[in-house]
């Protein structure tokens, strides 16, 4: 509570403020700190639900919620945990670059319009974690202002562009979220437990959390000294926003935003070696810091593909060589780089890369 902790709710008030006037949202927008994207994600479904479909059970019944099949898990699992129905929620498929489709979308919600549901919640990603994709922001608000719908957005991975020069062009369409998901501690280099969620209108966290006990009243008093226990669903809360206030107050955002810069630049000349290398398949082009690219010879395919380059993976974490995770796109097993360590060299990358090609041909012999 502000009573009992001024201090620290003054710096998260601020801090939230700052971070939503650097994604373009307007002066009306805040929030507050969570444990970290799972339930900065889940604090925004149930703020979009109050919202849009209000306290009616019918009504409720009758909700549709629209994501891709590029959505994070957790979306699913929030709207679970908030009683949703499978039968509740569409599915859309996402384009070759991992990006939701817009036409789908739209004809998804005159479908469900026709058959008398009520959309009402559509969920774009700001930085898939399978390709770092970027839903289009821009088209998916038009539809959703169109049907008067809530706009969320799970920028747990790439809203942290925003801060970044050069490159917050790419993430411009986060000013139109009615929600934000923000999780510090993929790309500001925190900690665990550092998650965020924004409100386009905080005001609308307050009518959707607010607590009624009287020993808390007392608190209430005015907005620019808000209780933050009425703005999510946590009463006792660590102060997470610390951290990320510290980090800005020693590095200052210029150096703030060179560092996540380096992440793109790695992964753009990551791309550049790979390209250089025959035998190598880029999946998916470096986009937000993360690459994905497969072991391809010509004399293997299928299944035998697939295993190989699950064991490249294993084998170059085995070596302590580096992390490089598997995941799968068209079907096909992949491998997948993130690259926001900022510390990483170009002598790094082409040593990865040096690595990589000659675990491919040794393991080629043995699978």
């Not at 129905?85 to 489709?101: C, H, N, T, W, Y």
């Not at 607590?211 to 808390?216: L, S």
């Not at 810091?289 to 497969?294: E, G, S």
């Not at 995941?327 to 491998?335: E, M, N, P, R």
Request: glycine share 6%; charged share 20%.
């Amino acid at each position: 509570t502000w009573a009992a902790s001024p201090g620290a709710n003054a710096v998260e008030v601020s801090l939230c403020a700052w971070l939503a006037a650097q994604t373009g949202l307007p002066s009306s927008a805040g929030g507050i700190f969570t444990s970290g994207g799972s339930m900065a994600n889940l604090t925004a479904l149930v703020m979009a639900r109050d919202r849009k479909l209000g306290h009616d059970s019918a009504t409720r019944a009758r909700g549709v919620v629209y994501i891709s099949d590029q959505t994070h898990f957790c979306i699913k699992k929030g709207l679970n945990i908030l009683g949703f129905f499978p039968e509740q929620i569409r599915v859309l498929p996402s384009d070759a670059m991992g990006r939701m489709k817009v036409p789908e979308l739209r004809e998804a919600i005159k479908n469900d319009v026709q058959e008398l549901k009520l959309p009402f919640l559509v969920v774009a990603t700001c930085g898939t974690t399978n390709t770092g994709s970027v839903d289009p922001l821009d088209e998916i608000a038009d539809v959703a202002e169109s049907y008067d719908m809530w706009m969320h957005v799970d920028g747990a991975y790439g809203a942290s562009v925003a801060l970044c020069q050069p490159r917050r062009h790419l993430v411009a369409g986060l000013a139109r979220a009615d929600s934000l998901a923000w999780d510090a501690h993929k790309w500001l280099f925190q900690t665990y437990g550092c998650g965020i969620v924004l409100a386009r209108d905080k005001l609308h966290l307050k009518a959707t959390f607010t607590t009624t006990a009287d020993y808390i009243r007392d608190l209430d008093i005015q907005d620019e000294r808000p209780n933050l226990l009425d703005y999510g669903m946590e009463l006792t809360r660590p102060a997470r926003h610390m951290k990320l206030w510290f980090t800005l107050q020693t590095l200052g955002l210029d150096t703030l935003s060179s560092m996540i810069n380096q992440g793109f630049m790695a992964s753009e000349l990551f791309e550049q070696e790979l390209r250089k290398m025959p035998t190598w398949e880029i999946m998916s082009s470096a986009s937000l810091a993360i690459l994905t690219f497969r072991y391809h010879p010509d004399f293997r395919s299928g299944d035998e593909l697939d295993r190989l380059n699950e064991s490249i993976s294993s084998e170059l974490l085995e070596n302590n060589i580096a992390f490089i995770a598997t995941t799968k796109l068209g079907g096909a097993v992949c491998l997948r780089a993130c690259m926001i360590n900022n510390m990483i060299t170009d002598r790094d990358i082409r040593e990865i890369c040096i690595a990589l090609d000659e675990t491919a041909e040794s393991l080629s012999s043995k699978v």
